[in-house]
C-alpha cells in the first residue's frame, strides 16, 4: 500500500540555522513528490515538487529537497531558516487510481526560536 | 484567478443539523478533492472527483456524508445529521489534469458542532 512517513512530529530550530525536514514514501511506481506548507488558519501552499530528471527540486521561499530513489526518501532542506518559515509542513506523494489522488504524510511543524 | 474558494469559512451548528460546505474550484482544473483536517487524525481525504465523476469515496466516514459536483464550478460537501465529532476543518483542493497532479487549496470551513 501507498504510505508517507514523516517520523518528527515536531522540530525547532533557531533562526539562521540550517534545517532538514525528513520524508519517506513507499509506492511500487515513479513517484510524484511534493512538500506543501500550512501555516496556521491558512490551506496548503506548494513548496516544491518532483516528477523526473534532477533529483534536487528547487522551491519558493528557498526551500530545496533532494530525490533518493534508494533511500525512497524526499527530504526538505533550507540553509538558513527565518521565523516567518515557522508552519507545518507535509510531504506527499501522488498516485494513479484511475485519477491521480494525493496521499499526505501525517506533517513535521516546525518552530523557529530566536 | 481568485484561487479556490470555500463558503462558509465558519459554521457552528447544533448536533443533528445538516452542514452544506461549498467549493468552487479554479477555473480549468478537472479534479477536485474534499478533506477534513484534525488535531488526531491529521490531514484526511474523503473523496475525489475526476471530470465530476466520483472516482474514490473510500475516505467518506459513513453514510451521513455525502458529496456531489454538478458541474465543473461547483462542489458541496453535506452532513445529516451532524455529529460533535464531525468537528473539524474541511478542505477543498482542485489540480489540472495532466501536469502532475499539484493541488490547490483553498482557505478550509471550520466546522463545530456543539
Known amino acids: 500500500a501507498q504510505s508517507v512517513t514523516q517520523p518528527d512530529i515536531h522540530i525547532t530550530v533557531s533562526e539562521g540555522a540550517s534545517l532538514e525536514l525528513r520524508c519517506n514514501y513507499s509506492?511500487?511506481?515513479?513517484?510524484?513528490l511534493f512538500w506543501y506548507v500550512q501555516s496556521p488558519g491558512q490551506g496548503l501552499q506548494l513548496l516544491l515538487k518532483?516528477?523526473?530528471?534532477?533529483?534536487l527540486v528547487q522551491g519558493i521561499k528557498g526551500f530545496e529537497a533532494e530525490f533518493k530513489r534508494s533511500q525512497s526518501s524526499f527530504n526538505l532542506r533550507k540553509p538558513s531558516v527565518h521565523w516567518s518559515d515557522a508552519a507545518e509542513y507535509f510531504c506527499?506523494?501522488?498516485?494513479?487510481?484511475?485519477?491521480?489522488?494525493?496521499?499526505f504524510g501525517a506533517g513535521t511543524r516546525l518552530f523557529v526560536k530566536a | 484567478d481568485a484561487g479556490v474558494i470555500q463558503s462558509p469559512r465558519h459554521e457552528v451548528t447544533e448536533m443533528g443539523q445538516e452542514v452544506t460546505l461549498r467549493c468552487k474550484p479554479i477555473?480549468?482544473?478537472?479534479?477536485l478533492f474534499w478533506y477534513r483536517q484534525t488535531m488526531m487524525r491529521g490531514l484526511e481525504l474523503l473523496i475525489y472527483?475526476?471530470?465530476?465523476?466520483?472516482?474514490?469515496d473510500s475516505g467518506m466516514p459513513e453514510d451521513r456524508f455525502s458529496a456531489k459536483m454538478p458541474n465543473a464550478s461547483f462542489s458541496t460537501l453535506k452532513i445529516q445529521p451532524s455529529e460533535p465529532r464531525d468537528s473539524a476543518v474541511y478542505f477543498c483542493?482542485?489540480?489540472?489534469?495532466?501536469?502532475?497532479?499539484?493541488?490547490?487549496f483553498g482557505p478550509g470551513t471550520r466546522l463545530l458542532v456543539l
Open positions: 483542493a482542485s489540480s489540472p489534469q495532466g501536469l502532475g497532479e499539484t493541488q490547490y
Open positions: 509506492y511500487g511506481a515513479t513517484p510524484y
Open positions: 518532483y516528477f523526473s530528471g534532477d533529483t
Open positions: 506527499a506523494v501522488a498516485v494513479n487510481t484511475g485519477g491521480f489522488k494525493t496521499i
Open positions: 477555473s480549468g482544473h478537472n479534479s
Open positions: 472527483f475526476n471530470n465530476n465523476v466520483p472516482i474514490d
